[in-house]
């Protein structure tokens, strides 16, 4: 499948304008990046995608079409940028802890912990009852089967996947509750979020100059979401828990663009606070696992009687649905759950298990999550009406194992920063001088950029612009 039928699908889920896809040059194929999946399909498509609706959301404003063109090398970096960022001219911090990875179970099986948070290593070394030392793990999960590992790490609340096959994948009860759903949904919310219709935004320079976004995220995909969005003139505000941990070099990449503010929702005023803000947004995205916000009276409808018209974004790991709709994940062990590194392994014929060469399902996710935005922005301009907009890792993943494998894919050579130096721009920062991928789309009108440089979480009052 080559990245422009990948993205006249997208188009087509979101029951987009054919017309509009006149406007889009797509450059490159793959394999742009070892891997026998097509991700530079997925990263083309899904930036083109979002690209393509912020020419869309600009048009209904302005009513002016404009050229948009995306280069397959670029948005791979783009799908790579915490890969390629430089802080001071040197690394940046370190992404993952000491004790994340792969290891060899009792009955010969791989399980993949994710430790990156204190509080989930203090976890999983609570139910291994050993040190926090590699060799120490190591041997403590040699005395586990791997099932019962992956199980028990699950109902302790902390991250963890078994290697599984394609086929151990899809007999689970979870692969089958999301195998009925479609790539992502927009959906308009019920009699709660009656509205009338809207513009996208305001003024006439950039997309979605005067639109409002929300970014309750952490991480990779809901921030990814939201810088994205940011880069095509939206307002972000990041609002964190003050007690949330984060992890420093994402806070630098994907805050590109935001402000970032704290609100405690643990309290009767931390949630006055949230409200107060969501009432005056255009855009409510959360990656809270489903149904963590709604017990803090955030949930689609209540959001929706707080701000009719909002459209809420909701990203997840496994899926909204089924056993393991509540259950921890990051892009890395939904890889390892659905099969994707057992295919990579297998195709790499490596000795431990190996992941694709880039966090492909949270970029992607981020992408579609902005594109899902800007098409519910777009509907409520032209409809009226409140919307939300869900879709989750596992979902994504399932999009890219549809694409098909490419023979030898593993054999394409590794993409360097010197190869991408093109790709990259430098901003000075609270952190320092900030080395980042640049926008990968381009726009003939309204180019791309980020307004503003990165700042520490919590730099900024828990308020709009006026």
Known sequence: MTPLIALEHLWSVAECDPAALESIVMDGNDPGLPSVYRVGTLASATIGAMALAAAECFRLRTGRRQRVEVEMRR???SFRSERYLR???GPAPELRGPLTGFYETRDGRWIQLHTNFEHHRDGVLKVLGCANDHDAVAEAIRGWNGAALDQTLADAGLCAALIRTPREWAALEQAAA???LPLFQIERIGQQGDAPPEPVGSGAERPLAGTRVLDLSRIIAGPVAGRALAQHGAEVLLVNGPHLPNIPPLVIDNGRGKRSATVDLRSADGCATLQALAAKADVFLQSYRPGALAARGFAPED????????VYVSICAYGPTGPWADRRGFDSLVQSASGIAWNETQAAQAARPQHLPCQALDHAT???AAFGAMVALARRATEGGSWHVRLSLAQTGRWLQSLGQIEGGR???DVTLDDVRDCLETVESPFGRVLG???AERLSETPPFFARPPVPIGTDEARWIA
Not at 303 to 310: E, S, T
């Open 75 to 77: 948005t791979l970096a």
């Open 303 to 310: 959001v929706a009687r707080m701000r009719p018209g909002i």
């Open 87 to 89: 802080l001071n001219d």
């Open 366 to 368: 981020g992408y579609l």
């Open 411 to 413: 054999r394409a050579p």
């Open 437 to 439: 991928t640049s926008p």
């Open 178 to 180: 999301i195998a009925n």
